[in-house]
């Protein structure tokens, strides 16, 4: 029953938030409104059904060296999405030209922080540390993942091939950054970076939802392999890669830190008992 009370919160609030942040979408600055009060009232409603539950501190929304935590997240989704737009622009598939919308970009930074945190909540938060406690965690971080990219076919551009690189990309690389954390503030800012530069810097598709358009007026195009087509960045090869690349980075830093749950039965009680529960 933890579990189900933990996920019904939990998308609740997913739904009520997105519902708001969709009702305002034609005020960036209600929508940045909007955005906050999300991002505020799916944080405080996880730690209190993960107290009242679980009967523990919420630790892994704690607030203690969150801003750290969520500025390295931040860089580093940043960072990877920008060294994307780098490869292609150098090949030629990416172009600016010239401002786009900067009130566009007001309301993308309250829509991309309400959905980076209640997605993080809910697929990071609620299902992968059940699930790893039921596989460990190398099999939870695969059948996440999977869950995670399969959520993006109802997307209006969505594609097969852009559900698996989320899968592959994102599902990898926020899980893993959880998991060498055991907090959800790097996996959030990770996520918020991530999806902020792509749509309200870049003005690029992000998983093929029309997203509008940001700071920048830019063009995509060339091979559907390279740029993601109609889905977005976020289906090209160079996005999985790079997903790739940091996954591994943050597994590695995970296995040092004695942060991975085996799959054995009998191993698994003794290492979730050391964890972020």
């Known amino acids: 029953m933890k579990f189900v009370w933990q996920l019904l919160t939990v998308v609740v609030v997913s739904m009520v938030g997105g519902q708001a942040l969709m009702a305002v979408e034609d005020n960036p600055w209600l929508q940045l409104v909007a955005g906050a009060v999300t991002v505020a009232l799916g944080l405080y409603v996880y730690g209190w059904v993960v107290r009242r539950t679980e009967h523990r501190p919420s630790t892994e929304v704690s607030l203690d060296g969150a801003a750290p935590a ?21 090949a030629g598939y990416y172009e600016v030209d010239g401002l786009g919308s900067p009130t566009g970009a ?4 309250g829509f991309m922080a309400g959905a980076a945190v209640t997605e993080e909540l809910l697929y990071r938060g609620v ?3 059940y699930v790893e406690k039921l596989t460990g965690t190398w ?9 995670f990219g399969a959520s993006h076919l109802l997307n209006p551009n969505a594609s097969v091939w852009g559900a698996v690189a989320i899968a592959i990309e994102a599902g990898g690389m926020l899980t893993a950054a959880y998991i060498a954390t055991r907090r959800l503030w790097v996996p959030i800012g990770l996520h918020f970076g991530w ?34 087509g109609d889905f977005g960045p976020e289906g090209s090869v160079y996005s999985v890669v790079f997903g790739i690349m940091v996954t591994i980075v943050f597994m590695a830093l995970a296995h040092r830190r004695g942060h991975l749950v085996p799959m ?14």
């Open 195 to 228: 999806n902020f530069v792509a749509s309200g810097v870049f003005s690029t598709e992000v998983s093929g939802n029309d997203t509008p358009q940001g700071l920048l007026d830019s063009a995509t195009s060339g091979p559907a392999l390279l740029t993601g």
């Open 70 to 90: 969520f500025g390295r997240g931040l860089l580093i989704g940043a960072a990877v999405f920008g060294a994307v737009i780098a490869n292609l622009y150098t």
């Open 106 to 109: 007001v309301g993308l930074l």
């Open 139 to 147: 099999l939870a971080l695969i059948l996440t993942g999977v869950l």
């Open 127 to 129: 299902l992968f540390r």
């Open 264 to 277: 054995r039965r009998a191993d698994r009680k003794a290492a979730t008992a050391t964890l972020a529960r």
